[in-house]
C-alpha cells in the first residue's frame, strides 16, 4: 500500500471490506480520486482481475505501490477530457507511479508473465490495462 494512502472509512464500508480478496493492496488504492465518489468505487467498479494481478505482483516482489489512477467516474473523466472509451472508465485499467527504473523492470516482468498485453511506459509511471476490445502493445511516451 502506499504510503501516501489514507482512506476514510465509514460505517457501510470498513478496512476488513477494502482488504477483501487481496494480500497486499486496498480495493480504496483503486477508487476515482475526484473527491466526490466514496471510498468503495474501487471495490464496486474495478474490474477484479485487474486488481489481482498487481496484488499478486505486490506480494511476489514485496513492493509498495502508488497507484495514480484505477476507476473514473463519468464527471471526473469528462472534466480531464478523457476519452469515452477509456478502459479508466471501465474500470479496465491501471496507472502506477514509479520513479524507481528497478521496481519498473520488477512490475513489467510481473506483467509480461501473467498475461497482460497492453503495458505503458514512463519514467514517471506504469500503466496497464486488460481491455480485450484494444490492440496489444507495449508503448513508450
Known sequence: MSLLHKPTYTNNYSYQDDAEGLRKLNWSQFMCKCGNCDVGSGKRLMEKLAVTILDEIAQEERIRFDIELGYVCKVSADKN???????????????????????RMLLIRGLIVRGVTRIGVNKKFVYYDI???KKMGVYFN
Open 131 to 133: 481491455d480485450d476490445l
Open 81 to 103: 477530457t478523457m476519452i469515452s472509451d477509456s478502459p479508466h472508465r471501465a474500470g479496465l485499467g491501471v496507472r502506477i507511479r514509479v520513479l524507481n527504473p528497478m521496481k
